[in-house]
Structure formats: C-alpha cells, structure tokens
C-alpha cells in the first residue's frame, strides 16, 4: 500500500504564485520517476512536470520558465513551484510516483486562478 499525499492547491490571482507538496509513503523501493499531472475541466490528464531517480527533469511546454519541479530523495517528497499562474492553469494536479511496485497516483488537488 502506497500512500500520496499532496497540499498547496488553493485559489489565487493571475500572475500570482503556489507551492505543491506530495510526501509518498508505505510500500516504496526504487523509485523511478516522481511528478505531477493535471485535468482541466473537459480535458485528458495531462504531464507538468517529472523527475527521475537521476534527476532528470522534463516539463510540459505550457509550463517552462514558470513551473520549477524539485524533490527530497530522503522523504520521498516531491515540489512543484508554480509562478505567474494564469487561468489555463486551473486544474485538478495529481502527484505520480513510478517505482519497482508500479506506478501510484495521488487523490489530487486543487488549483484555481482567477482572472
């Protein structure tokens, strides 16, 4: 059993900023990649942003230059910065976590910008 668990979602203005969180818990070994994906309204889930065990890092195009992913490898803890928010920002962000057990999925969180 795995447990995610993400915070930091919440309302606030275009061109404003917030800080995602989601610490991963119970049955973990080798973690792949960390990252998070996000489902607007009407629309497929779609990759932010992920990082592997090497620290390798990939963005969705929409996200670069304002969006910033980072980890702690000791608490199985991923980041997710996001600054200059802007309304096609607005979705539900869900925390992704692929390891030797599979891949897990966060209940996700939500981030509203306001126009």
């Given amino acids: 059993q795995v447990q995610l668990v993400e915070s930091g979602g919440g309302l606030v203005q275009a ?14 070994l080798r973690i ?5 994906y996000r489902q607007a309204p009407g629309k497929q889930r779609e990759l932010v942003a992920t990082i592997t065990s090497g620290g390798s890092i990939n963005y969705v ?11 702690d490898s000791a608490k199985n803890t991923v980041f997710l910065q ?3 928010l ?8 869900y925390c992704y976590l692929d390891q030797l057990f599979g891949p897990n999925w966060g209940q996700g969180t939500q981030v509203t910008v306001s126009s």
């Avoid at 792949?32 to 998070?36: A, C, E, R, S």
């Fill in 15 to 28: 061109g404003g900023s917030l800080r995602l969180s989601c610490a991963a818990s119970g049955r973990i």
């Fill in 32 to 36: 792949n990649v960390m990252g998070w």
């Fill in 61 to 71: 195009d929409s996200v670069k230059g304002r969006f910033t992913i980072s980890r």
């Fill in 82 to 84: 996001m600054n200059s």
């Fill in 86 to 93: 802007n309304p096609e920002d607005t979705a539900v962000y």
